[in-house]
């Protein structure tokens, strides 16, 4: 499993604009270090949460710390599926099933154990970076079309914007963490 190296400050790269969608060997450290965080993150901020508070929403209308898992694993799936694609096949076409509304709708991981979920992130999330260490820059540059879009996207783009989005949803569960 990659390693993240001692020098990255996880805290500089926090941010959309610090995370450049310039493909650069210094990007790609920095979108591994936040995909590698993650799983770790995600346990840290789920251990003062009682079981029960794991289903609870976070604010009326909003989603429960088990069901933001859940997205973010619904998320996870089509992000790896793109990459493995770009990466077995030349500019392959990803079709256009919804992580959310689809994806998440046929696996029903909200019904499951956050506990669980935790254990299946961790270990998909150790798949994935232990293809994505073992990348050449002009693999990180390989492609996948999307349905219905010109523009094509790359392995970077596609880790870059998970390890974005995960971002967002950490900051989610720490701010339900540190005010239980």
């Not at 840290?44 to 973010?72: N, Y």
């Not at 790896?80 to 076409?93: F, H, M, T």
């Not at 019904?111 to 270990?123: G, I, N, R």
Request: hydrophobic share 40%.
């Amino acid at each position: 499993m990659w390693k993240r190296p001692y020098w990255i400050n996880l805290k500089s790269v926090q941010m959309k604009k610090s995370l450049s969608t310039e493909l650069t060997q210094a990007n790609i450290t920095q979108v591994l270090a936040l995909l590698t965080s993650t799983p770790e993150k995600l346990e840290k901020v789920s251990q003062p949460l009682t079981v029960p508070q794991m289903s609870q929403p976070i604010r009326p209308g909003e989603r429960s710390p088990t069901e933001i898992l859940a997205h973010l694993l619904h998320c996870e799936a089509r992000a790896a599926e793109a990459i493995y694609s770009a990466l077995l096949l030349k500019e392959p076409l990803l079709l256009g099933i919804h992580p959310e509304r689809q994806f998440g709708r046929l696996v029903r991981y909200d019904l499951l154990p956050f506990a669980d979920l935790l254990a299946y992130f961790k270990f998909r999330r150790t798949v994935l970076l232990h293809v994505l260490a073992s990348l050449t820059e002009s693999q990180w540059a390989r492609t996948i079309r999307e349905e219905g879009k010109k523009r094509r996207e790359s392995v970077y783009w596609q880790a870059r914007g998970q390890a974005l989005h995960e971002v967002e949803h950490l900051a989610e569960l720490e701010n339900l963490s540190e005010s239980s």
